[in-house]
């Protein structure tokens, strides 16, 4: 199977039914190094709601990406890396649990196959099943979480075990994500309790918040996380309101005060050695973007940084 | 109490935290005759999401409206009606069950107290434990449903019995509604099975399309609609997306080929002799409104209208 | 001094500064008919404010309009009508009685020269210093008054006498218009007070409302408009409230219920005999029109008609 | 091959890379009986551009659209009718007769096929390379054509004898449509010579202009059509801004005072014994759409009627 | 009295009618320590306007702050402040001076209940009025300035002294602030004269502009800012034009260029050992924010670190 | 002749016809030092388009800017450069070659007469035929050139030599830029080829890509730049892209992570000594600008710092 996308050197971009990076669509793994794919549900939404319209938007805008990264050596993601747009997810709106289980048998098809399993949200919340599908077919992962917000809560609207909130106290109580391993970067913001932050250190996760990573060295972030995930599975989830909202302003829960798109961009470029298993980006929310749409291109472009850190580790 | 809204002469419409009509807030239903309440739920929607903002957009737009209404020979209509702003029920977002139960306590309340229980949605699924608490309260009602789509399909989704697809079959089979005494206007455009619509009359609802509609006087229609109901006590529910998209383009599953909010609220206008008990207006979808807020301003007509029609009542 | 417009069949629309029509900009009225201007102020404005914008909002749409108007006999404007845009007013924003006195002087260079006074507001307080400015050099004039509310009350936030919601019972008060002359069409929803309409009645002015505007015969209501302002002389007011938000988003108090832009402009069309000797088109918002911006160019379409309506004169 | 389009019953609208209506993929015509497909260009454009974007918006809102008409006696379409999405034409933005030929290619091997060959476009430039693919293959056709502007210029810009205002003057010169059995329906506003709309007459089109579309019985109309094409082999060519704008925002070249979606649906779906081997709609422009994307949704509706009309022909 | 915000664990943010940060509305001071407020007069902007409608979008996004704040050890800021809504003071559109009239009897009895007044604007000439109801009840007070523009002009558009380009001049002449002890930071951008910004230090204040806030430390900064104003009692002017448009482009004068957020608030949370008496956060329009309404929830955000550093102080 | 703007402290900014800066309008160059005009052709975008309406969307926020400039010494650029505002140079949509011809004479009418020509886009091919003006009459040029991308592609969509992606190939080619004195800045994302930017360099122009440009120094780089032109005659070419989509979404192919305004704006501020003959400033997009039209207030920012630059050598 080739997996090159349409060269927009000779079909524009807005020619064709668009598909990530306008690459080819597939229904299976077949012959895939990488699967992408879409997680549609914000039923986990506290907030603001149309994560669901997230894939499609990210897409859409993916049509402007080119296939060669000039930030690893000029590498041509695609020689290295068999990728092809799976679609979506089934998911059941206004019943989280149905969508839970819809999402975690999709995703075992790729996981299960030791396919690079990429996904595109969604809110947050979608990542617990994404996580639970990984980590049966890979073994617990380590986490690397870009977030302005630590969505370790135990509970959400009373007894609410499932939200956008809380995948990832669930993911460490089910022992899909190792929080020895794991690293939670760019939180910050006004708190419900005083133990917002500790929360997540107390379930063993490292913490770097929005002043830390704004004030840090990029070089020495990036072999601090590299130096935390050592060589276990990895599972990288990227929140998009991680930046600020200048940068992201077509989110779910916004977040001010946060970094730009060039530093995050540049840490995902520093990194290196990252035995990536599964990556999510979520909570592209297109109703909140403007005309312009640039929350779905940041979307679309951190994906295609995970690409190239997934085929730079196999050149 | 007193229930008279802020004097917009006196002081401008942008002034002060926007309640329904620049009515009184309450927190309970004492003294009064009506109740406006929010039901912001859009976890049974099916497509477009974000009708959880269409209460607090319509209060937004409502301040515009003034208290006399010249369709019905210069009522004032709160000096017949008292009236306040209840604000919103409680709900649980991705949690069907538990916000039906939510919104069913709230509404009770009113109910229960002989008060006329009037909402503004999120989706179409907040009618059902909206109907749940007005039917315990003052027996089986005849129904008056002003909507683009039927809602009376079984399950959705597979086996989900609830949705914003679904609201008037279940309240058939539970007694809430008589459909032999109730009425569905405005249905149109295209469907998914050739039963859509014989499956309202197989259940005993008269159905006039919006073709029918369209080229009825509206006297004679308001006339059948009255000899529909009889005296019975009547829940109107009106879906937002019964007009076309040009007037009500803030809708969730908009439908080309409508009548115009001219012809609606003339047939509103005309509605004589309705014993009203509850009623609804929803599927306001701020996300989707244009900056004119023309939907959210046409919702908040259509409530100014029916009550109105329960002061004409009371006169 | 020739007034053609840029031909659109060899400049593009999108080439060149706006000007109304892409007519020729002038700084005086010599060799006019006709004069074309602005009158950017809102500072009259009740609630929505904006309008200041509105001018070159619709010259911007102006620029689709072609010069031929099929409506009648295929006129050329243009042959029998000399027309410049002279750019705008000053005003003082904040200031209402400085923004007058400005409006007025300016228009009186027009008006005293006996040119066609032709202005786009603004919001509707800029009539009366307009109307001051053409009464006094042409006399006492009959009002064709286009419009969802009456802009008669006394009165605004206490005692202010000049708003948006004033001007027609200052010009009546001032003997600028002559109420038995004079008509208001397309007055329709909610009222502050239950002689809303009475008091334009009271003072004069014969009042047909949106209901009546609706159910009549185009044709009789063209004559009857000619038959109450006779031969004197006119000035015809257009508040861009008078359609249906559907048709025109983009005002300042928009009110739901109204008649679509066909049945305006085909009464517009249907005019004649009309003395005609100042006009405005006001109330246009464009930070409240989405953006196909169709009620800037309804505004401008409008204008054109009223135009052909002069120019049918000439003939 | 099947046809049938993914239930939305089953799997959510959002769900899932859109096609129209949900419909398979396909790369050639094998089994088709009718191809759906996108003509993104827009350097025909004399005004507004963007229209490239049109066939993604149009495939994005058609996921709306349910397989079953009840216009025509509950029709299931796609029972009668095997349809598939081929994408989009290529196209060369800027050189536009390097984009005609790609266009005709792409066409010929639908219309060499014998399959009903559906377009969206795009500006309407692009019917004249469709028509020459669909006219050598089938013959000379009858042009119905729905349209505010007549698009029978003979030069735009000088010499340019291709453009968005000129392709039906070439079609009748090319011999590719018979003016005798053809009519163009719709046209209004302001013109740029006294001769635009006696240009089609003098071409042989027969032509309806708005007033009297708005003005006469729905069925007679559909009769007169039926009779002006008789047995010819038909293209229908519908251009978005017939409707007005309140109804179609999203257009090249908005003409208000217009007739509403409700008036032209009605007239599509009252046409009977067409016999349909080409089709397009026109000239939506999602950049012009509000966020209702109201635009979309009726082009995606009017395909709909058009499938229905050659569906229910097979029957 | 109790002064909480509803618990948005508990009940979604979505859910009432929005106070900011969902406090409790009130009538007076009673039990307060500090009063929020809106004024929503924009009759002072010279260019744009409709920050009128700032403090109900301010209100609206505020409900996603949450009560701790991590940048002052953890402090919950409601533990040690007792705060209420407001609501708003009457203005009235197109008066500024019985506007001025209104607002500062409306803040004078706040400031003369000794209450911590803080304002959301409205454009900047409601800082002029409030000044005067704090300066009267507190004494002349010291200013800290955020502002891309110095707003020390003595007249505009002739001989208006009141306007959003004068309030501090008027404030220095009228003794309201001691000039000697204040400072203004963040000015940029083009000027009307060379006099601009040296006419605020004739004035006698101290000027920061954009270059050195961008280019200085923080730290040292925010010494700098207390050393200024000392123990004086300080009124804190925000306008949201300091940051750069980027991040605010909701706002009357954007001027690109700024800071960001970030930037603006690692100052404030910086600040420590100030006598805050008064504070507002002006000239933020809805109107020309994006969907995503970031300016609106920058300035909410502003807001509550300005509470945070008053509950500081206290605890 | 008098090229001062008009006074914003006296005449509103929102009153009258905009032009750059409230400059007069001229139709020729009689008199003038610099004249601003703006080239309205997207016809050579090769994915976004409606760049032609840039140039009056710039025009209309120029009006936010002052004449004086605090970062060079309180300059009065109008004291030192009398300016005026040309209009725009017809354009031929879809016919590239045509339009080249369009442009190159109307900038031929500038640049011969040695006066400073300074245009606004339109998308960036346009700068060809700019240049073939400039050049022709003032000698090869130095090019300093902002942009996210090199444009020096040999050709597009198939054969194409004419495109928005392939401007400055042509100029060294035609020896219009010598590229051996001129420089790129700001290159940034992924690429076509691994040769797009080494391809730049093989036509001998250096490169300043976006990582070396945020993580330098300000006075260096514009000491770089100073050195690589010398005192050639210099054209500086601005493509909006070159900031990152935050501070200007409205763009045709917008690439996140790049640098800022205040960035930019400060390397502009900062080159000295300059010999200015040309300019451009492009690919502003209104369509893709939010409500704050920032992108076109930056746009016309960077204009009024090039003309900042040659006013100041003439002091």
């Known amino acids: 199977m080739t997996a090159n996308p349409t060269d927009s050197m000779e079909l ?15 229904t299976g793994t077949d012959g895939l190094d990488a699967a992408i794919f879409g997680i549609p549900s914000d039923s986990g939404a506290p907030y603001r709601t149309g994560a669901r319209f997230g894939p499609n938007a ?18 041509n993601v695609f020689d290295h890396l068999r990728v092809a747009d799976l679609g979506d997810t089934p998911v059941v709106p206004g ?16 996981a299960d196959a030791e396919v690079l ?8 919340s979608v990542s617990l099943p994404h996580l639970r599908a990984v980590a049966r077919a890979r073994g617990t992962v380590a986490l690397i979480h870009f977030d302005a917000h630590s969505d370790t809560w135990d509970t959400y609207f009373g007894e609410r075990r499932d939200s956008a909130g809380t ?29 917002d932050i500790s929360q997540s250190r107390a379930l063993g996760f490292e913490v770097v918040d929005a002043d830390e990573l704004l004030l840090s060295s990029v070089d020495a972030l990036a072999d601090r996380i590299a130096a935390r995930v050592g060589d276990a599975p990895v599972f990288l989830s990227f929140d998009m309101d991680v930046v600020d909202p200048a ?7 916004p977040e001010v005060g946060g970094p730009s798109s060039f530093e995050i961009l540049r840490l995902l470029r520093q990194l290196k050695g990252i035995n990536l298993v599964g990556c999510d980006v979520v909570e592209t929310n297109p109703l909140y973007d ?14 295609a ?10 050149r």
């Open 12 to 26: 524009p971009r807005f020619c064709g039914i668009p598909t990530f990076m306008r690459l080819p669509q597939a």
């Open 58 to 75: 990210i897409r859409e805008m993916s049509v402007m990406l080119r296939p060669i990264n000039p930030y690893r050596d000029m590498l």
């Open 95 to 110: 019943y989280l649990e149905e969508t839970f289980t819809a999402i975690e048998r999709f995703a075992s098809n790729i």
């Open 117 to 124: 399993s990429c996904a595109f949200g969604g809110d947050h």
């Open 167 to 195: 995948p990832f106290r669930r993911a460490a109580e089910e022992n899909l994500v190792d929080p020895s391993k794991s690293i939670q970067i760019g939180l910050r913001g006004s708190l419900f309790s005083t133990t």
């Open 247 to 253: 940068f992201a302003p077509g989110v779910q829960t």
């Open 290 to 303: 403007g005309p312009g749409k640039i929350t779905a291109l940041l979307a679309a472009t951190v994906m």
């Open 305 to 314: 940084e995970l690409l190239a850190l997934a085929a730079h580790m196999r």
